[in-house]
């Protein structure tokens, strides 16, 4: 696991400066890889890895060269079959190397097919120094993050946007159509960032530059749902994928230094804890959230699986006070504003893990999108329901209605249709497979996946996700939805799960992670969004309208209307908009 960087400029005008920039971008990045840190530069490329380590630790493991030094790679991730792909290698590395020592190899004998025998997660630069060309890989589930720039014959890439930013040779606009959809949606979806010069590789895809010449290929595609009759799953059945995700949770358990689980309670985090806690490896603490002063419903059933697997939970206490000054601490880290106020949750038990000295965990993110876990789900399956009408404002933070309050004049004539990643509109949403495109592609990627890379590794912390190698994923998707909602709506993971876990856990009734942000913008809270957002100094004020957002801010205190989330999410754009000052020059 690591923050990887790189430059190639491919006129070869401007080369001296390659090694500062480079040095400026590992700067930015710092916090994914405390541990090792090394850069690279050539005539005409300049590359650099910041290594948090957690396979073979005290084996120096950064950039990785053939041994003809042609070609050269940097990667973030963990590739969790390793030790398998070294066995078939003919040009295998040494046995006490890491797990990025098999890329290059395994390159060299399959090409570009290597990719098809990496599972886990990952980020890949690969650069021919002979032909001066560079291909960038991303995993199929988009777990591991990775942004570039391409202009005037340079590409720019890195693990994270904030080291694009530090290094762009022109002020960065914010685009506010993106702005928007990470407000109204959580998040912004597709190739394009807030930045419109920084793009994203798309999940299950590489990009080859090659005289200043860019071609992006998909070499893994996520499918509809098969659909077969329920009777497949019979056949396929429980105990079967119960074997494969036990192997691939022992896989994910691999590692040289002290490793823990998040869990909330909920099944899948549980699940994976649970089969975690079985395997011989160093893996071997919970930490799990509580809030104050008052509970929320999952601690109850996160207090009863301490007490069934018998091992000791790390209990991480979360106030409003807290809450507020970790969103403050935490949104640096962000590269663009996103307002989940699970993001607290997530820092905060990486920041504990960090002091406990856990280097990587092991989470149950992703279950809910291919195992159909969401209550937004519901309509979809309901007999009477009208899902294309009540599914769409279950995914929004601030509806259109909000939006039309709160925006000036100006923002509202910049809004346009969100789009995804073929650069069509998503809604409307017509069946539940285009629903679930858009969650198991877009939404969970940008959202779910971006919230917990930036979260732990902002504290030096690895969160590696089992529901979402590609093995699991393949899978689930040979299954129709019928056969894994079933009658109780997770039913096909309730029986695989069954013989880990106790049956108030097992059929428990699936609830929001709790968010509070009604709670924190309240009170004190109120005060608090009041002076970050009614500021004369506010860099929201050109989009949002004082006077509204005033009575908005009022009206929630007030107990008139419960407008926590959309406040959480204003107050979070603003810090957010403070943050981006201080990050040119790779200041962080």
Not at 131 to 144: A, E, F, M, Y
Not at 210 to 220: G, H, I, L, N, S
Not at 462 to 489: M, Q, Y
Request: glycine letters at 6%.
């Amino acid at each position: 696991m690591c923050g990887i960087n790189g430059i190639v400029d491919f006129n070869g005008r401007d080369s001296e400066d390659l090694p500062l920039k480079i040095t400026t971008m590992q700067q930015a990045i710092k916090h994914r890889g405390p541990d090792d840190s090394e850069v690279v530069a050539f005539e005409k490329a300049a590359f650099g890895m910041n290594r948090l380590a957690i396979v073979a630790p005290d084996v120096r493991s950064t950039v990785q060269s053939t041994r003809d030094y042609i070609r050269f790679a940097v990667f973030n991730g963990e590739i969790v079959n390793h030790i398998d792909l070294r066995r078939g290698l003919k040009n295998a590395p040494g046995v006490d190397l890491g797990d990025s020592a098999v890329i290059l190899p395994l390159y060299e004998e399959l090409g570009e097919k290597y990719v098809e025998m990496l599972a886990g997660m990952f980020a890949i630069a690969i650069y021919n120094r002979l032909n001066n060309t560079l291909q960038l890989w991303r995993d199929p589930l988009g777990i591991k993050p990775l942004y570039y720039s391409h202009s005037n014959g340079r590409v720019v890439f890195s693990s994270e946007a904030k080291a694009v930013y530090a290094v762009s040779d022109q002020t960065q606009e914010v685009d506010f159509p993106s702005i928007d959809d990470c407000l109204k949606y959580r998040f912004h979806p597709g190739r394009a960032t807030v930045f419109p010069s920084i793009q994203r590789v798309l999940p299950g895809e590489t990009i080859t530059f090659r005289d200043d010449k860019e071609a992006p290929r998909q070499y893994w595609a996520l499918r509809p749902n098969d659909k077969a009759s329920v009777s497949k799953e019979t056949e396929r059945g429980a105990d079967e994928f119960r074997r494969l995700l036990v192997r691939v949770v022992q896989e994910n358990t691999q590692a040289d230094v002290k490793g823990g689980f998040f869990v909330s309670g909920g099944l899948d985090s549980s699940l994976i804890t649970a089969m975690g806690l079985q395997t011989d490896s160093s893996y071997r603490q919970p930490l799990s959230l509580r809030f104050t002063p008052n509970a929320v419903e999952d601690e109850p059933y996160a207090e009863m699986l301490e007490k069934h697997l018998g091992t000791r939970f790390e209990w991480v206490d979360v106030s409003d006070d807290t809450a507020r000054k970790t969103l403050e601490e935490a949104t640096p880290f962000m590269d663009e504003p996103l307002e989940n106020p699970i993001h607290i949750g997530t820092y905060l038990l990486a920041k504990r893990a960090q002091e406990m000295n856990i280097k990587s965990v092991l989470t149950g993110d992703g279950a809910d999108e291919f195992f159909i876990g969401y209550s937004r789900h519901k309509p979809w399956f309901e007999e009477g329901a009208n899902p294309t009408v009540e599914y769409p404002p279950r995914l929004w933070t601030l509806s259109p209605q909000e939006a039309d309050r709160l925006y000036t004049d100006e923002a509202k004539s910049q809004i346009r249709p969100m789009v995804g990643y073929s650069g069509e509109p998503i809604e409307p949403f017509l069946n539940v497979d285009q629903a679930l495109q858009f969650e198991r592609f877009d939404r969970l990627t940008e959202y779910h996946c971006n919230r917990l890379d930036r979260m732990t590794m902002a504290r030096g912390v690895e969160a590696r996700v089992p529901f979402l190698d590609r093995r699991i994923v393949d899978f689930a998707l040979g299954i129709p939805h019928e056969g894994i909602v079933g009658t109780s709506g997770k039913q096909f993971l309730q029986a695989v799960a069954k013989p880990f876990l106790p049956s108030e856990i097992l059929y428990r009734s699936k609830v929001h992670f709790p968010s509070l942000a009604d709670q924190w913008t309240s009170g004190e809270g109120a005060v608090w969004a009041s002076e970050i957002l009614l500021d004369s100094n506010a860099q929201t004020r050109r989009w949002l309208k004082s006077d509204a957002l005033e009575q908005y801010i009022q009206e929630h205190d007030s107990k008139k209307w419960g407008h926590g989330r959309v406040i959480w999410a204003l107050v979070t754009l603003e810090l957010w908009l403070q943050s981006l000052s201080s990050r040119r020059g790779g200041k962080q």
